[in-house]
């Protein structure tokens, strides 16, 4: 038993007299790669404005963030929606996407199901559409069907400001032009 002691006294001496200007041990994190998200987010929104103007209110299902070489980038998915606004802040038209990538400078890139549908009732549809938000245009160079109530135009490449109002096709394929039909009674 007085072995048991003194060995345990022997022992606490021993830590006590330990080098505590020893340096903990290093702990190496392990760098996943580019491939994975920082950032997750579920049913969430992204706001545009400049000077206190909406410009664009952004919704999806699920919405990841990507960090690379100091710029941010956000990949959205799960239907997309976004409302975007003129220089009033008055709603100019909707956007609607399977998917979608918001860049660091703010310019939007939508695929898969692209609808966009203006106050007028114009509506493009593509499989891909940029928006950019310096110039707040939509451009495609994939093919694209542009319906108005009197008009349907289709063709590959196309650009117009985010109203609908003012764009052209590149490449056009068919202009067909809707008549009223006379009621029959």
């Given at each position: 038993?007085?072995?048991?002691v003194?060995?345990?006294?022997l022992?606490?001496?021993a830590?006590?007299?330990?080098?505590?200007?020893?340096?903990?041990?290093?702990i190496?994190?392990l760098y996943?790669?580019?491939d994975y998200?920082?950032?997750e987010?579920?049913?969430?929104q992204v706001?545009f404005?400049?000077s206190?103007r909406?410009?664009?209110?952004?919704?999806?299902?699920?919405?990841?963030q990507?960090?690379?070489?100091?710029?941010?980038?956000?990949?959205?998915?799960?239907?997309?929606?976004?409302?975007?606004?003129d220089d009033?802040?008055?709603?100019?038209?909707?956007?609607?996407?399977?998917?979608?990538?918001?860049?660091?400078?703010?310019d939007?890139?939508a695929?898969?199901?692209?609808?966009?549908?203006?106050?007028?009732?114009?509506?493009?549809?593509?499989e891909?559409?940029?928006?950019?938000y310096?110039?707040?245009?939509?451009?495609?160079?994939k093919f694209?069907?542009?319906k108005?109530?009197?008009e349907?135009?289709?063709?590959?490449?196309?650009?117009?400001d985010q109203?609908?109002?003012?764009y052209r096709?590149?490449?056009?394929?068919a202009v067909?032009?809707?008549q009223d039909?006379?009621?029959l009674?």
């Amino acid at each position: 038993m007085m072995r048991h002691v003194l060995l345990f006294l022997l022992l606490l001496i021993a830590a006590a007299c330990a080098d505590k200007s020893a340096k903990p041990p290093r702990i190496d994190f392990l760098y996943v790669g580019n491939d994975y998200p920082v950032q997750e987010t579920w049913e969430a929104q992204v706001v545009f404005s400049d000077s206190g103007r909406l410009k664009a209110t952004v919704s999806a299902n699920h919405i990841s963030q990507y960090t690379r070489q100091g710029s941010t980038e956000k990949k959205l998915d799960g239907r997309i929606r976004a409302e975007l606004y003129d220089d009033q802040g008055v709603h100019s038209s909707t956007l609607t996407a399977n998917r979608a990538i918001i860049h660091p400078n703010n310019d939007m890139e939508a695929f898969e199901n692209v609808v966009i549908t203006s106050r007028d009732c114009t509506t493009v549809r593509t499989e891909y559409i940029k928006w950019t938000y310096q110039d707040q245009k939509v451009r495609s160079d994939k093919f694209v069907t542009i319906k108005r109530p009197t008009e349907t135009l289709s063709g590959y490449g196309f650009e117009s400001d985010q109203n609908l109002k003012r764009y052209r096709i590149y490449k056009a394929t068919a202009v067909m032009k809707v008549q009223d039909q006379p009621d029959l009674k």
